[in-house]
């Protein structure tokens, strides 16, 4: 599936969450089910964004944390997807 997301906005995959990260980082149940981690599969271009210049900061291939109940899911040619802002993303893990 090709999608290219559209200002701020980065489409994620959220079906390998992790509970330790590489470097040994480990979420907490409890964290778990407020946060989730996903896979950065596109990014948008930035832009501007409500009158403000909005750079990207996260590339493809990023491990990204964000809140659970945030981002729209949608499928997409029956793949479900996750479409979140990166201002709703708040960590890129390493």
Known sequence: MKLKP???????DTKEQKETTKSGFILPSNAAEKFTTATVKAVGMGGT???????IM???GDTVLFPTDSG?????????ITIVRQSDIIAVIE
């Open 72 to 80: 729209t899911k949608v499928k997409v040619n029956g793949e479900e």
């Open 49 to 55: 964004v409500y009158g403000k210049d909005v750079t």
């Open 6 to 12: 559209l200002f701020d906005n980065i489409v994620v």
């Open 58 to 60: 996260v590339k493809e």
